[in-house]
């Protein structure tokens, strides 16, 4: 073609034609976004950062950073390692280092969280495919690794006084203290536990709300778990049924075991039920998309912590009961296809 | 029965941008100097031309007809001569024969344009002839041929006409502004379409951010017992027809059904006003009301344009483009509108808007894997899991995506609109339903 001939209008129509954009429709997208959403999760999770501060003292401080720190690093390491774009700046890591923290005693050594963060990013997020394929919540994984392979280091609480060494945490207490045969605890971490707990005594309620107890860093207040929580509600971040039909289930499956009526608020509020309904079971890349399967979900998941607490060898079941229906999460959703809209019945 | 608030269970709530012309009244385009008019703009089969290059033709007069039942006959929009007829690229993708006519500017009527005569005198088999012969088809971009729907078969029993102003895209104010300028005539419309079908019950169903429009509708409908205004909240796809009668009626049109299977018929507001026109003054669909607007052109409008004007007229009458390049040009409104190459088309029957986004606007956001949210799956009126079938169509695992009911997308959006890592769901949706659709008809 003759570029001397073309008039300048036609020019500028052909010039047109290769700026427009053509794609399929929509052409609009909302404001929401991957970063914006790990962001909420980590505003919700500051009161209660601040308040494991205010209760556990400076280690709780130590022990957070060098978690979201560690975390962050193995995320960035191992993806340039596998050649994948670094995506660090997506803040998954730094919730997941916060929750691997939370999960830790006060007393916990400085390595522990890196172990953990290991774990977590490498294990059991990275090796699956990132961020939405984990087939497990990275944290509470992490938590049950540390379980496992440094039982004493894990279950060895502090008390939130500096005077206090070790100390047990309300569930231990409920478990062994009240009838002080630590002897019957089949593992190292229930026989710390209940070594601890032989004779104690329970807090009152208004301290376990606001999270004045032993326990780990980051479960033991509720009232700063919930202010966090009430916010992911509001932004739509998490949906309400799952943490609601959690603690419900759990509330009835300890009355139907025989738990006694003064003992079910410390169940509540004690332990990393609250942590774990709210900010855990309410992962997305492990627990169901579908609105049906997140209730059957929710209700597993109290089913099972109920069990293991009042039936199990642990004092606390939650980490176990949501790692369980996370690993059942594909077949509830396979059961729970949403019915298409105008379906013909079969 | 309650008319008040209504809506359908899912759905996005979406920015509506119809500021930029809700309170602008429709004006008259410039009168084009050369229309290419497409002989192929609705569902159906192509008409053949019944003019020559070189023939003279007067305004309304039909210039492409086909002998297929689904189909609708096409007329010029202008007085003037064939110039040509040739194969040209239309707003939809398609490239079709277009009679091509050089306007003379003296705007001379055809004889066949003239009133119709009163409705009470006119039958239910001839008010569906005068259709057909004005050409009218789906105005809110599907283009299925009227007469076609008001046909249904003897056996699906036919209780409620509603009347589709819900107008849910984002930014087009055209039915908007006919409601609110001529709801006579939308009432009429009505009254036509309920003889014809032999109906009793008709409904018009509007969103609420179009107070006016309901207003004006309510008061040029009190007189009438059987027609009812029905305020629907204001949620996208909320003018989706399956989603407006169940909204309306309660009824769930059955997977793969139509509305007449739950005993409905949907009629988009412009629709209705040109069956009113087609009576009142023997008046083919040789024009519409199309909004031009976005941030990417200058003085955004609602104008009546003549079918077969450029694009690029269209959009010059407008202040022509905003400084800076435009991102996108769209046929329609942003959510299921189409993006176009060129603007040197023709507006056609269907084109119920042209959407300037700028350039910044259309810059493709980065695609992130899914975080499996399930916000996908909340916001799907059809309750389908669009990420599961996005996903399998990404693999060309059809089947899979087929055992997805990938074949219920009705491809409104919402969840590629919805999506926080940006995923082109609805994208790779329609890709599965037509790769799936392909394989059934090779079969």
């Not at chain 1, 997305?284 to 060898?313: D, E, H, N, Q, W």
């Not at chain 2, 703009?41 to 297929?68: N, S, Y």
């Not at chain 2, 009347?163 to 409601?179: I, K, Q, S, W």
Request: hydrophobic letters at 45%; one cysteine or more.
């Amino acid at each position: 073609m003759d570029s001397k001939v073309m008039d300048t209008s036609k020019a500028k129509d052909l010039a047109l034609e290769n700026m427009l954009l053509v794609t399929s429709s929509p052409h609009i997208r909302s404001r929401e976004s991957v970063q914006r959403i790990m962001l909420d999760v980590i505003i919700a999770l500051i009161p209660a950062t601040i308040g494991s501060v205010y209760f556990f003292g400076i280690n709780a401080l130590k022990l957070i950073l060098i978690s979201v720190a560690s975390a962050v690093f193995f995320e960035a390491i191992i993806q340039k390692a596998f050649k994948r774009p670094v995506t660090i700046n997506d803040f998954s890591a730094i919730i997941t280092g916060i929750l691997i923290a939370f999960n830790l005693p006060a007393s916990a050594p400085w390595w522990l969280p890196i172990m953990g963060s290991a774990f977590a990013i490498i294990v059991v997020k990275q090796f699956f495919g990132g961020l939405g394929s984990n087939f497990m919540n990275p944290a509470l994984a992490a938590r049950a690794m540390l379980l496992t392979s440094w039982p004493t280091h894990m279950a060895t609480f502090t008390g939130t006084r500096p005077d206090v060494v070790a100390t047990a945490t309300p569930l231990a207490i409920m478990k062994y203290g009240m009838s002080a045969d630590s002897t019957a605890s089949a593992t190292v971490e229930a026989a710390t536990s209940a070594s601890s707990a032989a004779g104690a005594e329970l807090p009152t309620l208004w301290n376990m709300f606001i999270g004045n107890i032993p326990g780990a860093i980051g479960e033991t207040s509720v009232l700063l778990l919930l202010i966090g929580a009430a916010y992911l509600i509001i932004r739509q971040v998490i949906d309400w049924k799952i943490p609601v039909f959690y603690i419900g289930t759990t509330f009835i499956m300890l009355v139907l075991l025989g738990v006694e009526a003064e003992f079910l608020p410390y169940h509540i509020l004690g332990g990393g039920l609250i942590l774990g309904a709210f900010y855990m079971a309410t992962d997305y890349a492990s627990s169901p998309v579908t609105p049906k399967g997140r209730i059957i979900f929710a209700i597993g998941a109290g089913f099972l912590t109920a069990l293991i607490r009042v039936k199990g060898g642990y004092p606390e079941g939650v980490s176990y009961s949501i790692l369980l229906m996370n690993v059942a999460t594909p077949l509830i959703e396979k059961f729970t296809r949403p019915r298409v809209f105008g379906e013909v019945k079969k | 029965m309650k008319l008040e608030n209504l809506t359908f269970k899912g759905g996005v709530n979406v920015p509506h941008h119809k500021e930029l012309t809700e309170k602008i009244p429709i004006e008259k385009a410039e009168e084009p100097a050369v229309v290419a008019i497409p002989l192929h703009q609705h569902t159906g089969a192509p008409c053949e031309p019944l003019v020559k290059v070189g023939d003279t033709v007067k305004i309304g007069q039909k210039i492409g007809e086909a002998q297929a039942f689904v189909s609708a006959p096409v007329h010029s929009s202008v007085s003037g001569t064939v110039k040509s007829i040739t194969p040209m690229a239309i707003p939809t993708g398609l490239t079709v024969n277009c009679v091509v006519i050089e306007s003379d500017g003296k705007n001379e009527l055809h004889e066949s344009v003239k009133p119709k005569g009163k409705l009470e005198d006119l039958s239910p088999k001839e008010i569906i002839e005068i259709i057909k012969e004005a050409g009218i088809t789906g105005m809110g971009g599907a283009g299925f041929p009227t007469h076609v729907k008001l046909s249904p078969p003897p056996e699906k029993k036919i209780d409620t006409i509603i009347v589709n102003g819900a107008e849910c895209e984002p930014y087009l104010t055209a039915d908007h502004r006919l409601m609110v300028e001529e709801p006579e005539k939308i009432v009429f419309g009505l009254k036509a379409i309920m003889k014809a079908v032999g109906v009793e019950r008709g409904i018009i169903g509007i969103e609420k951010n179009k107070p006016d429009a309901i207003l004006a509708l309510k008061e040029a409908s009190k007189d009438e017992e059987n027609i009812h205004v029905a305020s629907l909240k204001v949620k996208y796809p909320q003018g989706d027809e399956k989603r407006l009668i169940n909204a309306i009626t309660g009824r769930k049109v059955p997977s793969g059904g139509l509305p007449m299977d739950v005993g409905a018929i949907v009629c988009n507001a412009s629709t209705t006003l040109a069956i009113a026109e087609a009576i009142l003054e023997g008046k083919p669909l040789y024009e519409r009301v199309v909004t031009i607007t976005g941030k990417g052109v200058k003085e955004p409008k609602n104008l009546k344009v003549k079918i077969g004007t450029s694009f690029k007229d269209v959009i010059e009458q407008c202040g022509g483009f905003n400084e800076g390049a435009p991102g996108k040009v769209i046929m329609g409104g942003p959510m299921m509108g189409i993006s176009q190459f060129s603007i040197d088309v023709p507006v056609i029957k269907g084109s119920g808007g042209i959407l300037v986004l700028t350039e910044e606007e259309a810059r493709p956001e980065p695609v992130l894997p899914c975080i499996r949210c399930g916000k996908c799956l909340e916001v799907c009126p059809v309750r389908l899991q669009p990420l599961y079938i996005s996903s399998y169509a990404l693999k060309s695992d059809f089947g899979k995506a087929e055992k997805f009911n990938a074949l219920d997308c009705i491809e409104c959006g919402a969840c590629s609109y919805i999506c926080p890592a940006k995923r082109p769901l609805a994208e790779s949706i329609r890709l599965a339903k037509r790769e799936i659709l392909a394989k059934r008809k090779a079969k």
